[in-house]
């Protein structure tokens, strides 16, 4: 079972990037190809009835498994980035973070009207930056069709704040 083997890979590293944080590091995962494989295919199966138009990834390790995901379901892949790092026109969403603020962006005019769009990203915590990624496509009058992510950490409930934009969510692993 895939949420069995990514439970004995990922690594808890204590107190990253702060004092009192569990951090869960899904990099020794990359070492293992076949089970990398297996992560888009089971995330694949997962997706494969919502119709999907498009996936975004979030940056940056949305990228990882999200541009293998949209090759695999041969579905353009649109980066989501921090501000200031994409090079042509971009529409932005500015949100609310524990401490401060943070703004995402990505290219105008490469979402299209009335698409259904799958939101990827590694992890999910608050769900604070995948429904800041929700509200990109909204404003670009496109549908979100759902979220996918490798590992969720169901005790902070992220869920909660995402079921506002679609029920369908996925993950392989939870913690």
């Known amino acids: 079972m895939i949420s069995t083997k990514l439970a004995k890979v990922i690594r808890d ?23 990398c ?11 494969e009835k919502l119709n999907l138009d498009a996936i975004v990834g979030i940056e940056s390790r949305g990228f990882f498994f999200g541009i293998m995901l949209a090759n695999k379901l041969n579905l ?8 200031g790092k994409l090079p042509y026109k971009t529409v932005s969403y500015s949100y609310d973070l524990e401490y ?3 703004e995402i962006e990505m290219h105008q005019e490469v ?26 496509i909204l404003k670009q009058d496109a549908t979100v069709a759902g979220f ?25 692993v939870a913690f």
């Open 148 to 172: 996918s992510f490798v590992v969720e950490l169901t005790f902070l409930d992220g869920v909660k704040k995402l079921s506002k934009y679609s029920k369908n969510m996925a993950n392989l």
């Open 13 to 35: 590293v204590p107190d990253f990037p702060s004092p009192g944080i569990l951090f869960k590091d899904i990099t020794p995962i990359f070492l293992d190809a076949k089970l």
């Open 76 to 83: 353009p892949f649109i980066p989501i980035r921090k501000k």
């Open 37 to 47: 494989t297996e992560i888009v295919n089971e995330l694949a199966k997962k997706v």
């Open 100 to 102: 401060g603020s943070a």
């Open 111 to 136: 979402i299209q009207k009335n698409w259904n769009v799958l939101i990827h990203d590694d992890l999910l915590a608050t769900g604070g930056t995948a429904a800041a990624a929700a509200e990109l």
